[in-house]
């Protein structure tokens, strides 16, 4: 029994060079100019932040106050710098909640001032540098271990969207390059880098690719549209009123319409990744299944993983904002006027936008992966398990064995010629 393979899909690939012929065009043209941004004293007032291990603290009435003003004296260690090894002391509020924690022994991060005289290092935060770097030690090391060649492909496709996202989102964004543009461009590189660096260079990527994009786009022209209609103007968060401040000159409503398709990118590839991967699997299993009911098949899968990523981008939104939704729930107000409000609105639409972007994926991924798998005009030898025209709007079931069936015919022959008599 020989089985049909898959066409290699000529336009497809023109699809797909175009595409990359675009991102490319896309990169050239928006690629940052090297300058690096506005100066922004108030995000830089330390020359340097450096290690240091706490060695001693005592309470102390603080410099200057009363006597009922306590504060803790804490002498640091300096583990680098260029006062490196030598000790150091920086007086803190004791009633600050900064200071929780800050025992000896602890590491902590001090910045280092020079030019301020007697407070030349103030302390910033403890030191979690160490079990973060364990923490994506672990995850590095699951990922291979589950995945193989394919999870250490994966992380190399996950390095390559970091580089896209430092070496030309944001600093094109910074140079004031639209952010919109700049974001797309930069979701289409990722795109094909991550997928192409995990999943490998063959059709059944190429579908998912195609799918990825399609749904992107379907998102951004949402996003335009409903981004519009709501009047959000991108300026309720407390982070734009500060970029505002600092003069940074940015677009900041394109800003969030970027964050949107950026957003929705990891959630789309997954899907359509899954849906081209599942009309491949279904296709192995029967190569005579026709055309309609692998899509019929295909689509079934996908509204199950719709139905589960839907409210895993929900959740995912609501947890990032739970601090705030804490406050409107305090507030007392009606739920109308909450989601009215900019900040709210902005994550309804950021939420839904992604979530149609996805449920639009769907159907582009299977109807190209169907009609790639299946090439028209070229016939299995197998014979179909089902005939095409059969109703196959439930789940398929396996077919009864023959010996069984022949069982269940033998017991209805019986009964039937028993009635007779």
Same mark, same amino acid.
């Given at each position: 029994m020989r089985r049909s393979k898959p066409s290699r899909a000529p336009g497809l690939s023109l699809i797909a060079g175009a595409v990359a012929a675009l991102t490319a065009i896309g990169l050239w043209a928006l690629w940052p100019s090297g300058d690096p941004g506005p100066d922004v004293p108030a995000l830089a007032s330390f020359e340097g932040v450096y290690a240091a291990t706490t060695e001693e603290r005592t309470e102390v009435p603080c410099a200057g106050a009363d006597g009922s003003t306590r504060c803790l004296s804490v002498t640091f260690r300096l583990l680098d710098g260029p006062d490196e090894g030598t000790a150091v002391t920086v007086e803190l509020p004791a009633n600050s909640t900064r200071v929780v924690g800050v025992d000896p022994g602890q590491r902590v991060l001090l910045g280092h001032q020079p030019d301020v005289e007697g407070f030349e290092y103030v302390y910033l935060e403890p030191d979690r540098r160490s079990p973060l770097l364990v923490l994506a030690g672990l995850f590095a090391l699951a990922v291979v271990a589950l995945g193989g060649w394919k999870g250490a492909s994966a992380l190399v496709g996950l390095l390559a969207t970091l580089l896209v996202l430092f070496l030309f989102v944001v600093p094109a964004i910074l140079d004031g390059r639209d952010p919109l543009l700049v974001s797309l461009v930069g979701s289409g590189a990722i795109a094909f880098a991550a997928l192409y660096l995990s999943h490998g260079v063959d059709v059944k990527t190429t579908v998912a690719l195609i799918g990825t994009l399609g749904g992107l786009l379907c998102a951004a022209i949402l996003a335009l549209v409903f981004m519009g209609a709501a009047e959000i103007t991108g300026l309720a968060s407390e982070e734009a009123l500060f970029l505002t401040a600092l003069g940074t000159d940015l677009d900041l409503r394109g800003l969030i319409l970027g964050g949107m398709m950026i957003g929705a990118l990891g959630a789309i590839d997954d899907i359509?990744? &899954?849906?081209?991967?599942?009309?491949?699997?279904?296709?192995s299993v029967d190569p005579a299944m026709s055309r309609r009911r692998l899509i019929r098949s295909g689509m079934r899968i996908g509204r199950d993983h719709v139905a589960s990523t839907v409210n895993t981008l929900v959740l995912a939104y609501a947890g990032a904002s739970m601090p705030l939704?804490?406050?409107f729930v305090l507030s007392d107000q009606p739920a109308g006027t909450v989601a009215n409000?900019?900040?709210?609105? &902005?994550?309804?639409v950021r939420t839904l936008v992604g979530s149609l972007g996805l449920i639009a994926s769907v159907p582009i991924t299977t109807w190209l992966?169907?009609?790639?798998?299946?090439?028209?005009?070229k016939r299995s030898r197998t014979t179909p398990s089902v005939p095409e025209d059969a109703d196959d709007t439930g789940p398929e079931e396996h077919p009864i064995p023959e010996h069984r069936r022949d069982q269940w015919m033998g017991l209805l022959r019986s009964w039937r010629r028993a009635r007779r008599r």
């Open positions: 359509t990744v &899954t849906q081209a991967s599942a009309v491949w699997e279904l296709r939704l804490i406050l409000g900019e900040i709210v609105a &902005t994550e309804i992966a169907v009609h790639v798998a299946t090439p028209r005009g």
